[in-house]
């Protein structure tokens, strides 16, 4: 985020920044700090937000960089077979042929496809899978699990990545899990 006069303009992580035009809360940073939307207006695909508390470029300028997130209760209702990218977090992770796979870690979002980071039920080591449905063939967040059908080799241990960081609270179609 940067700020105008006060301003802040957010590059929004939703497929939906209309919804910053409804919201009355937003909440700043991993902090989370409760901030009351004073005012808000899209210009193309950016969000520019006046927020309570912050009225001077440099007001602005400390809340670079960090991230935006809104209420639960205002998230969208999304379509049949599209999640939020942090309810994919914590689901199991099974083969279709029922063998436990793993728990989904985290969600990296990549230019191409997002990746799921699953900890390997076996050995502990995180897996990345890609979200397309040659791999992702069922998502059931109400039942806790994900059923994968990955190529062969996908969860052998020379496959295994270190991860850090994500960013969960994007929402994706089904292409994207």
């Known amino acids: 985020m940067f700020g105008i006069r006060g301003e802040v303009k957010v590059q929004p992580l939703t497929d939906f920044p209309e919804r910053f035009l409804k919201t009355t809360t937003v909440y700043v940073g991993d902090e989370l700090v409760e901030r009351r939307v004073l005012g808000a207006r899209l210009h193309q695909r950016i969000v520019i937000l006046r927020l309570e508390g912050v009225e ?3 007001d602005a300028e ?3 960089n960090k991230k935006l997130y809104v209420p639960a209760s ?7 077979d599209h999640y939020y990218l942090h309810d994919l977090v914590g689901l199991r992770v099974v083969h279709v042929d029922g063998t436990p796979l793993g728990v989904v870690r985290d969600v990296i979002q990549s230019a191409g496809n997002d990746l799921l980071v699953i900890q390997d039920a076996r050995t502990g080591k995180d897996v990345l899978l890609p979200t397309v449905k040659e791999f992702v063939k069922s998502v059931d967040v109400a039942g806790g699990v ?3 059908e990955p190529i062969p080799g996908f969860f052998d241990e020379e496959n295994a990545v270190t991860v850090q960081g994500g960013d969960k609270g994007e929402d994706r179609g089904a292409d994207d899990a």
């Open 62 to 64: 400390a809340l670079r």
């Open 74 to 80: 205002e998230l969208i209702a999304l379509p049949p």
């Open 56 to 58: 001077t470029a440099n």
């Open 146 to 148: 994900i059923t994968v």
